[in-house]
């Protein structure tokens, strides 16, 4: 396959989405550049306001960052979730949509999804406020781990430049848990005395 | 003596191809691509008379069907296999049931085909049983054996989805409820059906007997035969030009090199990791069935969580323990062929870029289901009526994964996905005159539209994500078909989308008008959507999901017909029915709304049906929109003022009839929203140890108690739900 590569001007434009559509089609149907992971990311550096090292864009807002030994999860706004190997929701807010009225305000029509049966998670930013992600999951489902990068593999075999140091490839989520089931709820200040709606129809 | 290579058998030509593949990681063991280093040119161009036998043979045998659904929409596919059912290349079309042929060809293989009923030059077979590798009765395929000097060197192969099949409880191609194997239609093995390169007469006494439109169904299978002739012949002509040696072996290296390509794409686009997806889904047979099923009768919520593990050697590993168990619904994939076919949808559009649609793919996946879910049935008893939909409903998780993936790789341009909002309308009834009829109508599977982008809103009824070559078809011609239902209108509807920074494609809003209703006249409605849920329509990075069903709404005993023979035109869209009631201009005596699959619902002369497909999901948080997009989106009706305020946080007013969104108040107001979001949510810890009080006491609704009893009862899926939630290893439902 022949060597593409296009100059950072033009990732940032496809990141902005300025490309013209027929420079955009010429991409996609083109051979890929194989630099296109590192100019991603130079750019995506470039618009942050923190100096830690992008590893891996995860969101919109969210990014693993090497913050000295360890990989981080941390938001465009500076705010810093932990350990990239647990999930990254379980230190963010939730709001939890399961009323007929508050799903309403998303879905106007009728085909909308039946409280009880169905709820709609939404995870917010602690420090900024922003919406991170929405999850749609039936009434105790565990928290969707949506992608555990396996960030050595993935530098070290496929861009050829291990990172510094190697860690463990396991989901962390679990021990969290773990914790959180030891210090029980007198660990945490209640934010609403209100019983909570009970799912069973 | 076998009819294989070198007097092999297809059986031990199988072995040959699984054991090479196992010893040495390169399809047929070929390590070299020596026919495309010695003369890359002479392979392009033999890579090309075999694609363009296959497209030759789609474009021109599809003149012979009955429907638009295969000559508009592209509901066919023409195939070139390896003798082992491999497929080399193919048409464009109907592109994911190139990985089911392998299965069937298997299933002849393994059932000794090759001595009883023999496979001889000129021979036909046909076959379109879940059972045996197919997707669905609707999914008939047909094989032409291609013989050189007596050798079997490949097979044509031609599929469709036919009009009617035969369903015991109402006419449809793809019938939703389903109780049992017996109610399913006409379902067949594989089978003989002609020789001489002729069909036996009662091949098409069969479709008459067994289904409602057997003269359609006669001209689809002609068709598939028509062209499966077609590849043949061309396919005799290239061997007789390159010579047999260099046929043999030149199939072979077009699967290595697929196979070399599409893994090199892997390892640019995609992140090797663990990938999580949840989806589920009801099956709404409550009702439905009839007295004579109570077993039946009821309704099954059918889960599946999905793992994905992308190694660092490119392979994807899909485990789905703790699927839902097989049981009394349609939704069970019975063959690896299904389940094959079904992933095809996913991974040809992310990953096979190439002149030759192929399975080299297929050979990068590894999967897990449980024995005894509904995935991986042991009950032969169970309908497999939609026994593809189960499986294909996947599609969109694995596409959601993908989506992610090239974000974080930065090859946003790659980026599709959509969430499987807009199936077949099935009409069925009897004319005035005594003629009985029956009919699918695709207009609304050819008019999904797709998720947003991280850059790019989602296309409006634009695609269908399992027929690439898919075209909504013109109302007018859809209309022939079903001579009653008279479309009136089909828009976009406002609000009908996903929120997000940038939005999901809009949704689409048919309303049809009874007319001449005939003796008879019902509609069905086979979806993939399923009712009451959002299933696998993640938005993504704060964007919402998408509406992942269709809807219908009918309006019984309606002045409609009246008020347009006064001129006083008609309503185009629900609200504008709405409106047209509470002004009491419209006159309606009864409302039915249904969610996702509709069964068999009875119409009359004047009354009114409006099918919608929710748009697709959104991309980032909608306070992060563009003003200008926002005004646009105003400004041509997409979203009214209200949702724009409370959801994107902008404050609009209108001046000289043109929307205008005020820079300064709208990012007030989405502090304010922000703000709001930080005041109402709670810590995840703290929301954690309160659910946690509700599953430890167990408080679910029956139909999700239905879904975690699977998911406790499977040792890997059980250890996570119960890892997360903490509760003890003695925990059930």
Redesign the interface.
């Known amino acids: 396959?022949p060597e593409i590569s296009y100059p950072k001007e033009v990732?940032r434009d496809?990141?902005?989405?300025k490309l013209p559509w027929n420079q955009?089609k010429s991409?996609?149907s083109g051979y890929?550049d194989?630099d296109?992971?590192d100019?991603?990311?130079a750019v995506l550096q470039e618009k942050v306001p923190w100096q830690e090292r992008i590893l891996?864009?995860?969101?919109?807002?969210l990014y693993i960052v090497q913050k000295g030994k360890e990989r981080i999860v941390k938001c465009s706004c500076g705010y810093e979730f932990g350990d990239y190997r647990e999930n990254w929701?379980?230190?963010?807010?939730?709001?939890?949509r399961d009323t007929e009225a508050e799903l309403d305000?998303?879905?106007?029509?009728?085909?909308?999804?039946?409280p009880?049966?169905?709820e709609?998670r939404?995870?917010?930013c602690?420090g900024?406020?922003?919406?991170?992600?929405?999850?749609?999951?039936?009434?105790?489902?565990?928290?969707?781990?949506?992608?555990?990068?396996?960030?050595d593999?993935?530098y070290r075999?496929?861009l050829r430049r291990p990172l510094d140091t190697k860690l463990e490839f396991t989901?962390l989520?679990?021990e969290l848990?773990?914790r959180?089931?030891a210090e029980?709820?007198e660990s945490?200040k209640?934010?609403?005395t209100k019983a909570?709606r009970?799912?069973?129809? | 003596m076998g009819i294989g290579e070198g007097g092999k058998t297809i059986a031990e030509m199988l072995e040959e191809r699984d054991r090479l593949i196992a010893e040495t990681g390169y399809f047929y063991g070929l390590k070299e691509l020596e026919l495309h280093d010695e003369d890359p040119a002479k392979m392009t161009r033999f890579n090309w008379r075999l694609t363009n036998a296959c497209i030759t043979a789609k474009e021109s045998a599809k003149l012979l069907s009955a429907t638009p659904t295969v000559r508009t929409f592209g509901e066919c596919l023409f195939m070139l296999l390896l003798p082992q059912g491999d497929c080399i290349t193919a048409s464009h079309g109907l592109a994911g049931h190139v990985a089911s042929a392998r299965d069937q060809i298997a299933y002849m293989v393994r059932l000794g085909y090759e001595d009883n009923p023999k496979i001889r030059e000129g021979d036909i077979f046909a076959c379109n049983s879940p059972r045996y590798g197919g997707g669905h009765s609707a999914d008939n395929y047909t094989y032409v054996p291609i013989f050189h000097e007596g050798e079997l060197v490949a097979w044509a192969a031609g599929i469709n989805h036919i009009a009617e099949v035969g369903s015991a409880l109402y006419s449809a191609s793809v019938p939703i409820v389903s109780p049992t194997t017996y109610t399913d239609g006409w379902a067949y093995p594989p089978m003989k059906i002609g020789d001489g390169f002729q069909i036996a007469k009662w091949w098409n006494l069969l479709w008459k007997e067994k289904t409602r439109m057997g003269n359609f169904n006669i001209l689809d299978s002609n068709m598939r035969v028509a062209g499966s002739i077609m590849i043949h012949e061309t396919v005799k002509n290239v061997i007789e030009e390159f010579g047999i040696d260099y046929f043999r072996k030149g199939i072979r290296e077009i699967l290595e090199r697929e196979r070399r390509r599409v893994e090199t794409i892997v390892r640019r686009q995609m992140i090797p990791g663990i990938y999580k997806h949840a989806y589920w889904r009801l099956s709404e047979n409550k009702g439905q069935v009839g007295p004579s099923f109570p077993f039946a009768d009821k309704d099954f919520p059918i889960h599946t969580p999905i793992e994905l593990h992308l190694t660092g050697d490119g392979r994807f590993s899909i485990d789905l323990s703790g699927t839902s168990r097989e049981d009394y619904h349609s939704w069970n994939a019975p063959s690896d062929g299904t389940r094959r076919l079904a992933l095809a949808w996913w991974w040809l559009p992310q990953f096979v870029h190439s002149i030759c649609i192929n399975t080299a793919f297929d050979y990068l996946i590894d999967y897990t289901i449980p024995e005894g879910s509904h995935l991986n049935p042991t009950n032969e008893q169970l309908s497999t009526s939609i026994g593809l939909g189960g499986m294909a409903t996947l599609m969109t998780p694995l596409w959601n994964i993908c989506k992610r993936c090239f974000f974080s790789r930065g090859v946003l341009e790659e980026d599709w996905s959509a969430t499987g909002c807009g199936g077949l309308l099935e009409p069925e009834g009897v004319l005035e005159v005594g003629v009985p009829w029956s009919f699918g109508m695709f207009g609304a599977a050819g008019s999904w539209s797709t998720d947003a982008g991280s850059f790019r809103d989602g296309l409006s009824a634009a695609t269908c994500g399992f027929n690439p070559q898919s075209d909504m078809g013109e109302v007018e011609e859809w209309d022939l078909y079903e001579p009653p239902l008279v479309c009136l209108a089909r828009k976009l509807p406002p609000n009908l989308f996903a929120h997000g920074k940038f939005r999901g494609g809009l949704g689409i809003s048919w309303v049809f008008l009874v007319v001449n209703a005939g003796q008879r006249l019902s509609i069905s409605f086979g979806s993939g959507g399923g009712p009451r849920i959002i299933g696998p329509a993640v938005g993504m990075s704060g964007g919402y999901p998408g509406g992942y069903t269709d809807w219908h709404v009918i309006f019984s005993n309606t002045n409609a017909l009246e008020l347009i023979e006064k001129g006083m035109g008609y309503p185009t869209t629900l609200p504008e029915i709405m409106q047209w009631i509470n002004e009491g201009k419209l006159k309606v005596g009864k409302i039915q709304y249904v969610s996702g699959g509709m069964p068999s619902i009875p119409l009359k002369d004047g009354d009114l049906y409006v099918l919608s497909s929710h748009g697709e999901a959104g991309w980032g948080d909608p306070v992060e929109r563009d003003l200008s997009l926002i005004e646009k989106d105003l400004n041509e009706g997409w979203m009214t003022p209200g949702v724009g305020k409370d959801i994107y946080g902008a404050v609009a007013q209108s001046v000289d009839g043109k929307w205008q969104v005020d820079k300064n108040s709208t990012n007030k107001e989405r502090e304010k929203i922000k703000q709001t979001r930080r005041e109402k949510a709670k810590p995840f810890k703290e929301w954690w140890l309160e659910e946690r009080e509700l599953v430890v006491n167990k408080e679910f609704k029956e139909e999700v108690s239905y879904i975690y009893q699977d998911v406790l009862g499977n040792a890997k899926a059980g250890a996570q739900f119960r890892g997360f939630w903490r509760v003890g290893e003695d925990y059930q439902l």
């Not at chain 1, 496809?14 to 989405?17: A, M, R």
């Not at chain 1, 929701?89 to 939890?96: F, Q, T, Y």
């Not at chain 1, 929405?134 to 990068?149: E, S």
């Not at chain 1, 009970?198 to 129809?201: A, E, S």
């Open positions: 396959m990732i496809l990141i902005e989405g955009l991409i996609i890929k194989n296109r992971f100019k991603y990311v891996l864009p995860l969101t919109d807002e929701k379980l230190k963010a807010l939730i709001h939890v305000e998303i879905y106007p029509y009728p085909s909308k999804p039946e009880g049966y169905c709609m939404e995870h917010y602690p900024c406020g922003i919406q991170l992600e929405v999850d749609t999951v039936p009434f105790g489902y565990p928290a969707v781990f949506d992608f555990l990068p396996d960030l593999t993935f075999d496929w989901d989520s679990y848990t773990r959180w089931s029980g709820r945490i209640k934010t609403d909570r009970r799912k069973k129809v």
